[in-house]
T-cell receptor
Framework: GEDVEQSLFLSVREGDSSVINCTYT??????LYWYKQEPGAGLQLLTY?????DMKQDQRLTVLLNKKDKHLSLRIADTQTGDSAIYFC???????????FGTGTKLQVIP | DAGITQSPRHKVTETGTPVTLRCHQT?????MYWYRQDPGHGLRLIHY???????DKGEVSDGYSVSRSKTEDFLLTLESATSSQTSVYFC??????????FGPGTRLTVT
């Protein structure tokens, strides 16, 4: 089955850019997502990208997809303390709407 | 926010007792999912449903059963709880490939 890997922790200073990385194994993955989880809450979709795209930008968020290397990244510009959360990469590869989630990256923003 | 509620929100139970968690939606979405979240593992799919009375296993289904007798309700049952089932359980719903909406989670502790 699909395997999705992320580093567990990232620390950045307020105002800097954050880059969260993700690798996946299934080259037939069609939709790739980034979710955000704040403490004590469920996951909330931040953005998604189709496999036929290389980049998607949405305000402070930029998603880059390298299909050859099966690598997905999320860049947050001008990181704020409110961005502190766990960020999950997720991949859809077909079937009954089944999505595989990564382990999550905890982003700590230092004031 | 999508109309998803989970009950109970917190539960402490003893090893060997049966436990049922409830997920209720008001969105009339076709697909419903149960995940567990554990440190270092991200979210793992337990069971999912693609319609009333239509369910299937996810990657960590052993020790769990589900039922969906109405569109709005998806029940997760631990027939005989074990300490390894201590976790945070999330319900999610979806109607498309683009987004899953998550409930607030249930924290289950098995002593």
């Amino acid at each position: 089955g699909e395997d999705v890997e992320q580093s567990l922790f990232l620390s950045v200073r307020e105002g800097d850019s954050s880059v969260i990385n993700c690798t996946y194994t299934d080259s037939s993955s069609t939709y790739l997502y980034w979710y955000k989880q704040e403490p004590g809450a469920g996951l909330q979709l931040l953005t998604y990208i189709f496999s036929n795209m290389d980049m998607k930008q949405d305000q402070r968020l930029t998603v880059l997809l390298n299909k050859k290397d099966k690598h997905l990244s999320l860049r947050i510009a001008d990181t704020q303390t409110g961005d502190s959360a766990i960020y999950f990469c997720a991949v859809f590869s077909g079937g009954y709407q089944k999505v595989t989630f990564g382990t999550g990256t905890k982003l700590q923003v230092i004031p | 926010d999508a109309g998803i509620t989970q009950s109970p929100r917190h539960k402490v139970t003893e090893t060997g007792t049966p436990v049922t968690l409830r997920c209720h939606q008001t969105e009339n979405h076709r697909y419903m999912y149960w995940y567990r979240q554990d440190p270092g593992h991200g979210l793992r799919l337990i069971h999912y449903s693609y319609g009333v009375k239509d369910t299937d296993k996810g990657e960590v289904s052993d020790g769990y059963s589900v039922s969906r007798s109405k569109t709005e309700d998806f029940l997760l049952t631990l027939e005989s709880a074990t300490s390894s089932q201590t976790s945070v359980y999330f319900c999610a719903i979806s109607e498309s490939k683009y987004e899953q909406y998550f409930g607030p989670g249930t924290r289950l502790t098995v002593t």
